[in-house]
RNA sequence: GCCCCCAUCGUCUAGCGGCUAGGACACGGCCCUUUCAAGGCCGGAACGGCGGUUCGAUUCCGCCUGGGGGUACCA
């Protein structure tokens, strides 16, 4: 096994080309349980390279997507534009050594060259015609202001090896690598010498990064080998996929983890849910707390294959979640989604909504009721099936008269005496508590009707009823 | 085309030579029940194919098939 550096520092380093998806969440939440359970540092690299793909505001809503997964970051984050000039020393270093050259070749021959070996069926990659250059011949060219791009001098014989820990062993033959390019002409470095000179000066120990990386892992560790320094392990993470069995993207549902939050999703949902995406503790528990994610976890037992999300359980899993909170933490979560309640009005509402929420979002609906009167009253579901609307004008008449004279106000002084009077009228407490229900919600949909009655206080509900009774009264008679 | 990785219920997975192949989501049924949930119980549902190795393969090896990734002066 391979000498590792320690301590243990990992890094998330995306590209600000768009937002914080859920593959790039997982990848960032896997470096982070490892970073935490190694009492290592967590970073946060931005690549930001590729100067033709940048979108403004994308690493903001990047950091503010992990801040909100609860992600946070050890130092400062890189910002790979900014080290122009570390990159084009390094090449300067490769240069020199012989394991890096300048190309001099067009982009048009090198697009007649890969029609070429397309059209023989071969391998597409860079005839090294550069490569034969001599050393003066290209300092004098370069000197002369001819245009050129710095390439990896691949070695042409034997293979690279090395121990992925999640992949396990790999093996590259190194005549099929190509000589990639390592800095642009416009001076920009692509992404491999960027990577190899960032994680060597960060001096990350352990690379956590998606498999689509892995092709080019013995490229990275070659480049690590030229420079002379200690290459950082390896661990390739397979990708997460769309239900079609597509990489995640745009017509995924949200591309955003900031979308989750906004549809009611807890931070706590999303990272378990990720979390066990290709990775699972190896028991039966299904839920975990980010503590228990970061004791438990481990590189060795992410899946190699790659994992399709399912968001149905996401859902599930958020239900849960909300089901877990105290109440009173419930209530804090909920005040921002329903403005025309406190935080304080809330808390004693929770007993009746904790159990039927699978998100956030459905708590203002189910609660509405307990803040403003039903407007329009639904005279239509006032009625039950078979029977008429006179027979439920008298049965809301009854029950206001009922409640009028109750001088217990609480369930269990309301549900005998509404029991009571549904067997008076000869109609089932199904259909009564239903006509109430609709009376004092709106809805036929709501939390335990009692329990809201209780806490709605009388003068409410007798309000409800009468203007339920007079408003089916009307459209009736 | 070439290179690399992968393969257990529909999905996420447990399994690391001998198991009635376990759990979870989703689905169906029943119970509970004032609606909706939640909860409880029960049920259907998987080792891609063919060859080896072995007393014995889901498990080890090879081939095929299938899926994914890479193959840019993108990351």
Known sequence: MAETRSPVRVRYAP????????????????????????????????????????????????????????????????????????????????????????????????EQMRAEQRARHEPERYDRRCRAIPREESDRRAAAGEGF????????????????????????????????????????PTY?????????ETRISH?????????????????????????????????????????????????????????????????????????????????LTIEQLIAKFSLEKIQTSPAIANLERLEWLNGQLIRRLPADELAARLAPKLPEASVEDLKPLMPLVQERLRTLNEAPEMLRFFFRDPDPVPVEQLTPKGKDPAAATTALDRAASTLRDLPDWTAEGIEPALRELAEHLGWSARDLFMVLRVAITGRTVTPP?????????????????????????????
């Open 149 to 188: 791009v710095v390439r990896q001098a691949i070695p042409l014989e034997g293979s690279t090896v090395f121990h992925d820990l999640v992949m396990g062993t790999v093996t590259f033959r190194n005549d099929t690598l190509d000589d990639h390019v390592l800095l642009k002409s416009d001076g920009f």
């Open 449 to 477: 009707l009692i329990e809201s009655m209780a806490r709605l206080g009388k003068d409410r509900v007798l309000a409800r009823l009468e203007r339920a009774g007079s408003a089916l009264a009307e459209r009736s008679g």
């Open 207 to 287: 690379v956590i990064r998606g498999d689509g990386w892995l092709p080019s892992a013995p490229k990275h560790l070659l480049l690590f080998q030229a420079f002379h320094w200690l290459p950082p392990a390896f661990a390739h993470v397979p990708l997460v996929l769309g239900p079609d069995k597509k990489p995640l993207a745009k017509r995924h549902g949200a591309k955003d983890v900031l979308e989750y939050r906004d549809a009611g999703y807890l931070p706590e949902a999303v990272d378990n849910f990720i979390a066990f995406l290709g990775w699972s503790p190896g028991t039966e528990e299904d839920i």
């Open 192 to 200: 491999h010498l960027a990577f190899a000179v960032d994680d060597h």
């Open 15 to 110: 590209s600000p080309t768009g937002a914080l998806h859920l593959g790039g969440a997982r990848t960032a939440l896997f470096n982070y349980l490892f970073a935490r359970q190694q009492n290592g540092q967590f970073l946060l690299r931005i690549e930001d390279t590729d100067r033709a793909r940048l979108k403004p505001g994308s690493q903001a809503s990047i950091e503010e997507g992990l801040g909100w997964l609860g992600m946070t970051w050890d130092e400062p984050p890189v910002v790979q534009s900014e080290r122009k000039a570390a990159y084009q020393q390094a090449a300067q270093v490769l240069l020199e050594s012989g394991a890096a050259y300048r190309c001099f070749c067009t982009p048009q021959r090198l």
